[in-house]
């Protein structure tokens, strides 16, 4: 357990230092704490491979 946890903190600073925030910020994010910017959810989309409308879990709709 103790392994997985220090495992998850790299994780999160990798995706911190990759979208140009602070570890801080992206746990805000993540906790609900904080809301990104938009540049931020660009960032996380490209680097999750990701539309911001699928990292939002937004569905698209047809005939708008």
Known sequence: ???SSAASDVY?????LSIGVTVRAYQAY?????????????????FYDLSLD?????KAEHGV
Not at 38 to 46: C, G, N, R
Request: aromatic share 4%; net charge positive; with cysteine.
């Open 12 to 16: 999160k600073r990798q995706v911190a």
């Open 54 to 58: 699928e990292l939002v879990c937004r």
């Open 1 to 3: 357990r103790k392994e």
């Open 30 to 46: 993540e906790y609900g704490k904080s809301e990104p910017r938009l540049s931020t959810l660009i960032a996380l989309a490209d």
